[in-house]
Nanobody, 129 residues
Framework: QVQLVESGGGMVQFGGSLRLSCVAS????????MGWFRQAPEKEREFVGV????????VYADSVKGRFTISRDNAKNTVYLQMNSLKPEDTAVYYC??????????????????????WGQGTQVTVSS
């Protein structure tokens, strides 16, 4: 059983930056591809991006490409989401999720929440205009 805990959320102004962290415990971190999702009020959970178990491959949603960067430190059991040039439409609860490796992060199935077995509790990000 893998436990995930996100941190780093908060309130930031338009154009600002935040870095979210997600620490994993209870499993072998290198066995998992790690995804980030977000959910705004009254909207469905949305794919943000995913990083492969070794960190060598990443995929991003078009809405965040060029502004957000996912990285991981397997020695620290941590995955990061660096968010730059934030916009009000980025306001949401951000979740990290773990999916046991075996499927390429380039497969479309990785872009759906149903692919992921473990989830964090989420951290709120609010961007003011």
């Amino acid at each position: 059983q893998v436990q995930l805990v996100e941190s780093g959320g908060g309130m930031v102004q338009f154009g600002g930056s935040l870095r979210l962290s997600c620490v994993a415990s209870g499993g072998t971190f290198e066995n998992y591809d790690m995804g980030w999702f977000r959910q705004a009020p009254e909207k469905e959970r949305e794919f943000v991006g995913v990083i492969s178990w070794g960190g060598g491959s990443t995929v991003y949603a078009d809405s965040v490409k060029g502004r957000f960067t996912i990285s991981r430190d397997n020695a620290k059991n941590t995955v990061y989401l660096q968010m730059n040039s934030l916009k009000p439409e980025d306001t949401a609860v951000y979740y990290c999720a773990a999916d046991r490796r075996g499927t390429s992060v380039y497969r479309r199935s990785k872009y759906y929440a149903t692919a992921y077995e473990y989830w964090g509790q989420g951290t709120q990000v609010t961007v003011s205009s």
